[in-house]
């Protein structure tokens, strides 16, 4: 059984940083897409960055240039680094595989604001 484990969110000032991690059990890490989405209070899941099993990277329109994914397959383990934080990104934050979507984890909750 996949599952998967959020962790890194928290309350953080307009401007300011943290880094989110999202491990994966029960899966074959290494061969598969990763991505970061994240839902706002009323609004859909988005995707906010995807990185391939070669190591390339897309991002949202909404965080490029704030935003870094990068993965660790010998520990199953996809990061987030956002920078520049702003308010609009508050959300709860989620990992996942784009092209095959698992059960959802419970997610991490960044807040942002002053």
């Known amino acids: 059984q996949v599952h998967l484990v959020e962790s890194g969110g928290g309350l953080v000032q307009p401007g300011g940083s943290l880094r989110l991690s999202c491990a994966a059990f029960g899966i074959i890490f290494s061969r598969n897409v990763m991505g970061w989405y994240r839902q706002a209070p009323g609004k859909e899941r988005e995707l906010v960055a995807a990185?391939?099993?070669?190591?390339?990277?897309n991002y949202a329109d909404f965080v490029q240039g704030r935003f870094t994914i990068s993965r660790d397959n010998a520990k199953n383990t996809v990061y987030l680094q956002m920078n520049s934080l702003k308010p609009e990104d508050t959300a709860v934050y989620y990992c996942?595989?784009?092209?095959?979507?698992?059960?959802w984890g419970q997610g991490t909750q960044v807040t942002v604001s002053s």
């Open positions: 996942n595989f784009p092209y095959q979507l698992v059960n």
């Open positions: 990185i391939t099993v070669g190591d390339n990277t």
